[in-house]
C-alpha cells in the first residue's frame, strides 16, 4: 500500500496522500469500477473500461481515484460514497502529472473480478432481452377478429346450454340447489326448535329461584323495619309501600333519619320488654351506645 503519490499536479511539487482501504469487489470498488465501465467503456472489449484502476486515496476528506488509460496517462477523479447516496463524482478527471507508482491492485484479481463482473453483466442483459422478446411476440401475435367472435359465440352457447339445463326438470324438487335449500332449512328449524325447549326448560327452573330470592330479600327488609318500633306506621308508611322498591340499606337509612329528626328516645318506651335503652340526644357521650345509633346521630349533625 503506497503512502504518496509524488508531483501529482502539473508543476504542484511533492505532496502526501493517504491510501484508502478498498478490496476489489467491496460496495466502493464494485461501484467504481460500474461507474468508469459504464462512463467510458472500451468499445473493442464489452464489460471493460478504457481505464484501469490505479489507487484510491483520500485528500483533505476527500476521496478520488487513480486512474491510468492505455497510453500510460493517469488522471485523478474525485468522488463521494455512502450508503445514503451511493457513488458520485463531483468533477471530471483531471490528468496527473509524473505519476509512476505501483498499482495498489493485484492484476490477477482485478481480472478474476471483471470476468466475474462481463459474465452477469451479460446473463443480466439475455434476460431483459428474452423478457422483450416474450412481450413483442405477444404482441405481433394478438387476437384476430375471427377468433374473438367465435370465443364470444362459444361462451353463449354454453351459457344457453346452462339455462336448459336450469329448467328442464319436471318439478321443483328435482332441482338439486332446491332440495339442498330445503335440507339446510329444515336442520335450522330442528335447531330452533331445540333451543327453544332449552329456554323454557331453564326459565322453568329460574322461576322459582326467583320467587325464592325475592321472598327471602322481603322478609329481610320486613324484619328491619320491624327493628324501628318506635315508629308510628305513619312515620314507616313510604318504605312499607316501596319496600320491593328499596333496598335493604335504603330502608335502613330513611328509617334511622326519621329517628333522627323525631328526636326519638328509646326509654320512653313502656311497651316493650325492658332491655338495653339509650336516648338520642347529641349529648350522649355513652361508650356503650350501639355503632349504628352513634352513625344516626352523625347523620342528624349534617341534616341540622
Known sequence: MMNEIKDLLIGGGTKVFTAYSVKIGDAL??????FIESTYPN???????????????????????????????????NFSFSEENGFQTETDMSEMSEYSEKSQFDT???ETYISEYVKKKEEKE????????????????????????KDSEDEEDEDKKKKDKKFSYDSIDEIPEYVELQNKFSELQTQVSTLNNTIESLTSELTPLREFKAQSERKTKEDMIARFYMLSDEDKKDVIENIDTYSLDDIEAKLSIICVRNKVNFSDDSTRTPGTTFNLDESD???STPAWVKEVLETEKTLN
Open 126 to 149: 439475455e434476460e431483459n432481452q428474452g423478457k422483450k422478446d416474450e412481450e413483442n411476440k405477444k404482441d405481433s401475435e394478438g387476437t384476430s377478429e375471427e377468433d374473438e367472435k
Open 43 to 77: 468499445e473493442e472489449k464489452p464489460g471493460y473500461s478504457k481505464y484501469t484502476i490505479e489507487g484510491v486515496f483520500e485528500e483533505d476528506s476527500q476521496k478520488f481515484a487513480v486512474l491510468k488509460s492505455s497510453d500510460d496517462k493517469y488522471y485523478r477523479l
Open 108 to 110: 490477477s484479481e482485478v
Open 29 to 34: 470498488w464494485s461501484a467504481l469500477y460500474s
Open 285 to 287: 357521650d355513652d361508650s
